[in-house]
């Protein structure tokens, strides 16, 4: 069992940046990849970011890369998600989710583990 909790989230200016953090319960998170997802108003949940169980794999939506880095450290049960160069269009809210596998995938039903969410709001 694993408990997610999401925290950084915020208002921030186009251009700026947020670091969102994603702290796990549960003695054996490094047996979990990990994804983040987002979901604007009348959107359906997108896959943003993904690392492995190792963090050694990391993985990118094409509206993210570059722009966002995912991390974790897995001696604190955390797993991070830097956000540069923010767009208006990167408006929603962010969830980490985890699933007790060794790769994360894009598809949100396939993740057992939810956080709660944390707010992003990036003004023009």
């Known amino acids: 069992q694993v408990q997610l909790v999401e925290s950084g989230g915020g208002l921030v200016q186009a251009g700026g940046s947020l670091r969102l953090s994603c702290a796990a319960s549960?003695?054996?998170?490094?047996?979990?990849?990990v994804g983040w997802f987002r979901q604007a108003p009348g959107k359906e949940r997108e896959f943003v970011s993904g690392?492995?169980?190792?963090?050694?794999?990391?993985y990118y939506a094409d509206s993210v890369k570059g722009r966002f880095t995912i991390s974790r450290d897995n001696a604190k049960n955390a797993v991070y998600l830097q956000m540069d160069s923010l767009k208006p269009e990167d408006t929603a809210v962010y969830y980490c989710?985890?699933?007790?596998?060794?790769?994360?995938?894009?598809?949100?039903?396939?993740?057992?583990?939810w956080g709660q969410g944390t707010q992003v709001t990036v003004s023009s």
């Open positions: 690392i492995s169980r190792s963090g050694g794999q990391t």
């Open positions: 989710a985890a699933r007790y596998a060794v790769v994360p995938v894009t598809v949100w039903v396939q993740y057992g583990y």
């Open positions: 549960g003695r054996t998170f490094s047996y979990y990849a």
